[in-house]
């Protein structure tokens, strides 16, 4: 079945370091890949999105390329920032469904 | 903008008791969801509903049930709470039922059962 597997947290960086959190999917046609970033005490909001291989999803200076031939999705930034500290969540929809299936989240720590 | 609400931050519930957890999204949309969040699971859905009156199991359907009487109204009740229900649960809707389709989340509930 559908499936998303993301690197353990949590991931602890200095102020403008750079961030690589890993995704890999396993997933049957083509789905659609997201992350989603849940800051403290609130819900998921979406990070960003890729809809076809080689897509570059990107916004708020994270990057994320949809890679058909590794079936990965990693997240990128290259000066993360103290606000940037919260749960990052991997998800794909396959092509015929809306349902989101999920990875079990990256805690990002961020230290001044 | 999206509104997504749910009409509790925290709840704490005994066991046995009848829960019953609201969301209420502003956007007219067709489709919504309800997931609990647990320390390394992640997300899992429970039930989603594509229109009114209409419901469908997610993957962990066991020990709740659903409401949705009106298109901005879904419910999720646990008919005799247990406390492995502890947990944080999220609410989510989207326009259509298009994979590429953002799902906008509500803040969630964060159930306690003693």
């Known amino acids: 079945g559908n499936s998303v597997t993301q690197m353990e947290g949590p991931v602890t960086l200095s102020e403008e370091a750079f961030l690589t959190i890993n995704c890999t999917y396993t997933?049957?046609?083509?789905?659609?890949l997201f992350w989603y970033v849940q800051y403290p005490g609130e819900g998921l909001q979406l990070l960003l999105k890729a809809t076809k291989a080689d897509d570059k999803g990107s916004n708020k200076g994270f990057e994320a390329t949809y890679r058909k031939e590794t079936t990965s999705f990693h997240l990128e930034k290259g000066s993360v920032q103290v606000s940037d500290s919260a749960v990052y969540f991997c998800a794909l929809t396959s092509y015929n469904t809306d349902k989101l299936i999920f990875g079990t989240g990256t805690r990002l720590q961020v230290f001044p | 903008d999206v509104k997504v609400t749910q009409s509790s931050r925290y709840l704490v519930k005994r066991t046995g008791e009848k829960v019953f957890l609201e969301c209420v999204q502003d956007m007219d949309h067709e489709n919504m969801f309800w997931y609990r969040q647990d320390p390394g699971l992640g997300l899992r859905l429970i039930y989603f509903?594509?229109?009114?009156?209409?419901?469908e199991k997610g993957d962990i359907p066991e020990g709740y049930s659903v409401s949705r009487e009106k298109k901005e109204r879904f419910s999720l009740i646990l008919e005799s709470a247990s406390t492995n229900q502890t947990s944080m649960y999220l609410c989510?809707?989207?326009?259509?039922?298009?994979?590429?389709?953002?799902?906008?989340f509500g803040p969630g509930t964060r159930l306690t059962v003693l």
């Open positions: 989510a809707s989207t326009p259509s039922r298009q994979g590429t389709d953002t799902q906008y």
């Open positions: 997933a049957t046609g083509y789905p659609s």
């Open positions: 509903s594509y229109d009114v009156k209409m419901k």
